[in-house]
């Protein structure tokens, strides 16, 4: 599979639940970032963790890093209807650092 | 708040014809980026542009695409003979870092090739 895979491909979930996405990857990084992209616009930088960290806040996002796993995953506590949105994790490799390499995304979706 | 901000919004082109995207990046940022997203895929890498050069290039960046700063503020995509295929969202991202830090992306210039 490619660098930066997210599951599921699609969340639907109540208003006030937790939502959980995951991303792998397969080469070294530099760090992990994750965006959302609300449908038709562009992406908003959410979180960025580096390869010596191990897990994030901010906000209600919790970000966690695996780097033996090449896995991370994002957390949404409390969700609103407002969180809907996709949502797409992006490697740095270490080796071309010059360019984020996105994942397919994770279509997020909270029913009030 | 500074933003990164792109035009046209929407553009529709006949195949074969050229066409320029243009990108206001954040006045202080000093790295450029153009990224592409075909509708329903993934967001790819293109071109990144540092000191009034490219910095890295994606295989899609061929020989019909080129970049250009040309003063202080703009940042320009041009394809030179569009194909069906280049049909897609472009967006431009700006930051301060190398690409290892937090990218700002603009909202996309919508492109439809005929």
């Known amino acids: 599979s490619q660098q930066g895979e997210e599951d599921p491909q699609a969340l639907s979930i109540q208003e006030g639940e937790n939502a959980t996405m995951n991303c792998s990857y397969k080469t070294s990084i530099n760090n992990l970032q994750w965006y959302r992209q609300n449908s038709g616009r562009g992406l908003v930088h959410l979180i960025l963790i580096r390869s010596n960290e191990r897990e994030k806040h901010s906000g209600r996002l919790r970000v966690t890093l695996d780097t033996s796993k090449k896995s991370s995953s994002l957390l949404i506590t409390a969700s609103r209807a407002a969180d809907t949105a996709s949502y797409f994790c992006?490697?740095?490799?270490?080796?071309?650092?010059?360019?984020?390499?996105f994942g397919q995304g994770t279509r997020l979706t909270i029913n009030p | 708040e500074p933003e990164v901000t792109q035009t046209p919004s929407h553009q529709v082109t006949q195949m074969g014809q050229e066409v320029i995207l243009r990108c206001v990046p954040i006045s202080n940022h000093l790295y450029f980026y153009w990224y592409r997203q075909i509708l329903g895929q993934k967001v790819e890498f293109l071109v990144s542009?540092?000191?009034?050069?490219?910095?890295?290039k994606s295989e899609i960046f061929d020989d019909q695409f080129s970049v250009e700063r040309p003063d202080g503020s703009n940042f320009t995509l041009k394809i030179r003979s569009t194909k069906l295929e280049d049909s897609a969202m472009y967006f431009c991202a700006s930051s301060t870092e190398t690409g290892t830090g937090e990218l700002f992306f603009g909202e996309g210039s919508r492109l439809t090739v005929l």
């Open positions: 542009f540092y000191n009034n050069e490219i910095s890295e």
């Open positions: 992006a490697t740095v490799p270490i080796q071309g650092a010059q360019k984020l390499v």
